[in-house]
């Protein structure tokens, strides 16, 4: 009844307001007060981020959560009929390959160009940005400290090394994760010795693949697993977890930054985009704008223990600084030739035997 009475009222004002527009030849600004999000970020912690956003614009947000496959389908399947407004994913090869498929519309925005460094964002054929990444993660190693030795670990090749028969534990190797992982090593080693090294990994896995990166971290502390690969987010999360048993869990486990002495840890990207059909186009922009501003950025670093990429913007993450001792080496390839790479690389794990 209430709802009914406040917009009656309020609809000689936007009428108004859309006649003042129309008369003066502004956009009418009535209709971008909503924002439609499809969003892969499957993380509780940016709650807050999503509501200090309305807080400060006034602009509510309509969320469809899914993984990264999930909104590409769901947005090829809705076509020019999709309400998409932005787009969030949490791959780098998946936001290239969603460019790709023409999902995203360039936009012009000098404070994202200004704000996040070039190598981490798409350039548009005809000028603007096609998508910006907006935090990245460190796909690491951990081991059992009372089994192996940081030595015996420090490269991601090492882990097809016989000695870890029975010991790896790994998600599915089709995860996005993965297949970014992967497409780096093809990048750096070749089709033919990726090819052998994934291989050696499914020899060497102490169980078939399942569950997410937390899984693997806890296979490792429960002592199933010897060595486990995961996102770095996942496993700060633990360590500064308010459950002291995965606290304690933690304290069993050695980290590695692997190629630390060669080309460097893969670092994935987890980033946004305008989608092609958006109807909310400014608001949209906005939103991507305030991802990369300061207090969103340390969100990301706090809040869900990532890093920052905008300049300017330190990381203030305890759990990230011990993790990496301060700083680490990440490898430095085209985040294209890993999108260009998942086709093959699917192939590989088929025909290894990697689920
Ligand atoms: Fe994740």
Same mark, same amino acid.
């Given at each position: 009844m209430n709802n009914v009475t406040r917009s009656t009222r309020r609809r000689p004002a936007a009428l108004a307001v859309a006649f003042m527009a129309a008369t003066l030849g502004l956009p009418v600004m009535a209709?971008? /007060?909503?924002?439609?999000?499809?969003?892969?970020?499957?993380? =509780?912690?940016?709650? +807050? *981020?999503? %509501?200090?956003?309305?807080?400060?614009?006034?602009?509510?947000?309509?969320?469809?959560?899914?993984?990264?496959?999930?909104?590409?389908?769901?947005l090829k399947a809705e076509g020019a009929a999709s309400p998409a407004d932005v787009i969030l994913?949490?791959?780098?090869?998946?936001?290239?390959?969603?460019?790709?498929?023409?999902?995203?519309?360039?936009?012009?925005?000098?404070?994202?160009?200004?704000?996040?460094?070039?190598?981490?964002?798409?350039?548009?054929?005809?000028?603007?940005?096609?998508?910006?990444?907006?935090s990245t993660r460190a796909r690491i190693v951990v081991y059992d400290k009372s089994k192996f030795q940081r030595s015996d670990l420090d490269s991601y090749?090492?882990?097809?090394?016989?000695?870890? /028969?029975?010991?790896l534990c790994i998600r599915s190797g089709s995860h =996005?994760?993965?297949? +970014? *992982?992967? %497409?780096?090593m093809t990048e750096?080693?070749?089709?033919?010795?990726?090819?052998a090294w994934l291989k050696g990994l499914v020899a060497n896995m102490a169980r078939a693949p399942k569950g997410g990166d937390t899984d693997q971290i806890k296979g490792?502390?429960?002592?199933?697993?010897?060595?486990?690969?995961?996102?770095?987010?996942?496993l700060a999360r633990m360590m500064r977890s308010s459950n002291a048993a995965d606290r304690a869990a933690t304290e069993r486990l050695g980290i590695v930054f692997p190629n630390q002495s060669t080309w460097g840890t893969h670092v994935n990207v987890a980033g946004g985009a305008v989608a092609r059909y958006a109807r909310h186009h400014e608001s949209a922009v906005k939103f991507l704008e305030y991802l990369a501003s300061p207090a969103a950025?340390?969100?990301?670093?706090?809040?869900?223990?990532?890093? =920052?990429?905008?300049?300017?913007?330190?990381?203030?993450?305890?759990?990230?600084?011990?993790?990496?001792?301060?700083?680490?080496?990440?490898e430095l390839i085209p985040i294209s030739a890993v999108g260009k790479n998942q086709v093959r690389v699917q192939q590989m794990l088929d025909r290894v035997g990697f689920k």
């Open positions: 209709q971008d /007060k909503v924002l439609n999000i499809y969003s892969a970020r499957h993380y =509780p912690t940016d709650e +807050s *981020l999503y %509501g200090d956003f309305t807080k400060a614009t006034g602009i509510r947000i309509n969320r469809v959560d899914s993984d990264d496959a999930g909104i590409v389908a769901r994913l949490v791959d780098a090869a998946r936001l290239w390959r969603a460019e790709s498929d023409g999902l995203f519309q360039p936009i012009q925005s000098r404070l994202l160009e200004e704000s996040i460094p070039a190598n981490l964002r798409a350039t548009a054929a005809g000028g603007g940005v096609t998508w910006v990444g907006l090749e090492k882990l097809a090394d016989p000695k870890f /028969k029975g010991q =996005p994760y993965n297949l +970014s *992982l992967f %497409g780096a750096h080693l070749g089709a033919d010795a990726t090819e490792v502390a429960s002592g199933e697993c010897g060595v486990a690969v995961t996102n770095t987010y996942y950025q340390n969100h990301f670093a706090n809040g869900n223990n990532e890093w =920052p990429v905008a300049k300017g913007v330190t990381l203030d993450n305890p759990a990230l600084k011990a993790m990496t001792g301060g700083s680490f080496k990440s």
